[in-house]
Each structure stands twice: as structure tokens, then as C-alpha cells.
């Protein structure tokens, strides 16, 4: 059974920034691309960021583009979100997915091709 732990979520003022962690168990965590997905109040659940297993291709929705940045250490099993110029849209709660190994549609934006989820971890962006 695989579980994603997160953390690193807060409060922060307009403008500040956060660097969210996801522990990952099990020993496969390199080998799965990975992904961020936020919620904010009354909304439906998005895509943030995803990362192949290296680490080597990375893709951002449009609205944090320039101010986050998705990254890896497949040697301690975690995946980070670093969110720069946070802004009060962003207030949401955080969710890092794993993606699963047998869809191969290409659509890393679509969180019904991630089988696996962490709780949540909540950041809010005071203006």
C-alpha cells in the first residue's frame, strides 16, 4: 500500500513563499510520475504541477507558471512544490498524487489518471 504524507503548508502573507513536501512509502517512488493538485473553497480540484520519474520534464498550469516549481529526490522518496509570489487565489488546500503506471493517455492534467493521494495540506495567502 502506498502512502503520500504532506506538509510544509501554512499561512502566508501576499507575496511570501512555501515549500511543500511529500513523503512518499515503498520503494518504487522513483519510478512513477508524480503530481500537485489544489483545491480551493467551492471549487472543484486542479492541477498544479506534474515531474516524470527523473525529474527531467516538468509542466505547470498556466496560473502558477514562473512562480512555482515542481522537483524530486528519488533518494529520500519526496516530491516538493516551492511556491514563490504567492498571491490570495492560491489559498487552497495542497494534494500530491501519483500517477498510475498503466495510463499512458498523456493527460498528467487529468486527475482521474492518478491513483494514489495524500491528505492534503492546507495554505492560505492572506492579502
Known amino acids: 500500500q502506498v502512502q503520500l504524507v504532506e506538509s510544509g503548508g501554512g499561512l502566508v502573507q501576499d507575496g511570501g513563499s512555501l515549500r511543500l513536501s511529500c513523503a512518499a512509502s515503498g520503494r518504487t517512488f522513483s519510478s512513477y510520475v508524480m503530481g500537485w493538485f489544489r483545491q480551493a473553497p467551492g471549487k472543484e480540484r486542479e492541477f498544479v504541477a506534474v515531474i516524470n520519474w527523473s525529474g527531467g520534464y516538468t509542466s505547470y498550469a498556466d496560473s502558477v507558471k514562473g512562480r512555482f516549481t515542481i522537483s524530486r529526490d528519488n533518494a529520500k522518496n519526496t516530491l516538493y512544490l516551492q511556491m514563490n509570489s504567492l498571491r490570495p487565489e492560491d489559498t487552497a488546500v495542497y494534494y500530491c498524487?501519483?500517477?498510475?503506471?498503466?495510463?499512458?493517455?498523456?493527460?498528467?492534467?487529468?486527475?482521474?489518471?492518478?491513483?494514489?493521494w495524500g491528505q492534503g495540506t492546507q495554505v492560505t495567502v492572506s492579502s
Open positions: 498524487a501519483r500517477k498510475r503506471a498503466t495510463d499512458s493517455s498523456g493527460r498528467y492534467y487529468d486527475q482521474g489518471t492518478y491513483d494514489y
